[in-house]
């Protein structure tokens, strides 16, 4: 076997992910566009500002092709819903081919461990973007889901979920505003598990079959920490941008992006998450989609 890690992060490393919709929307495009090329994904996990993911052979210019789609659709929809133009990813993404069964089976902990290296969680079946809690499990982070026993309003949103997924179409912004629209805290979180369900793309029988059993695999994970000596990733506290988020939110911030503020309203945010969460200078200038060398020249002045 031969896999391939890709690793992508935002431009500069500014975060990309500021709300549910955000992550549904890339990960539904993601999802569509790996049964459509009839790919194999042994490892995926979500963060703030990158994703990563293991292919299963897979070819350098399908990989390419992958990439550049995934990347269209979803700037193409993030621009449109927040007013921006410009790129959003680091070019080029990150690769690193692995053909030896123990690098294939460290890169597969190191992945799916981001979020317990960036202090988000104690176990990487923890994070739903991990997509490790969904094995056998369709809410492991919601009540259970009965369709029967929905409201008329749920049963309609379940409706087009399905049909979107019929018809090979992911969810972009608009679909989902809809979908979600007048339905409750706990019908939200049903919803959201139904969706990741219903789009999984995780090879859970290859990762039963390179560690003997799915237990076999938890304890591997659980155990190491896992390797990439091959690709720059970031380091540090993520659990830092999860808090921002929370104070922006809770100040009205939620659903926007930090580029459509003008200066005198992002440095009324920025002067907020110091005096909340006083969070590294470099991570604030991430969370607050600023130019790295503008910002470091302003603030030695």
Known sequence: ?????????????????????????????????????????????????????????????????????????????????????????HRPFGRSTKVAMKKIVSCIAYIFNNPVAGNMCSRAVESRWTLLAYHGNAHPFSARLVKRNCRFRMRNALKEIDSCFNHGKYLNYKILKRVFRDLTAEEKKQVTDYIIVKYNFLDYKGLEKIFGSWDKSLVVIDATAGAEHELEDEYGDHFCYLKMLTVANRNGYRGMNPEALGVAARDRLAKLLRSSVNPPREQLRKFLHLDPAPWRRRNRA
């Open 1 to 89: 076997m031969k896999a391939t890690h890709v690793y992508s992060k935002g431009k500069y490393g500014w975060g990309i992910f500021y709300c549910l919709e955000d992550c549904l929307v890339f990960y539904t495009i993601f999802s569509v566009l790996v049964r459509e090329m009839s790919l194999t994904v042994l490892a995926f996990c979500l963060m703030f500002n990158h994703i990563h993911a293991l292919f299963a052979n897979i070819g350098r210019k399908t990989l390419t092709r992958f990439q550049m789609r995934l990347f269209h659709l979803f700037v193409r929809d993030y621009n449109e819903e927040y007013r921006r133009e410009g790129g959003l990813f």
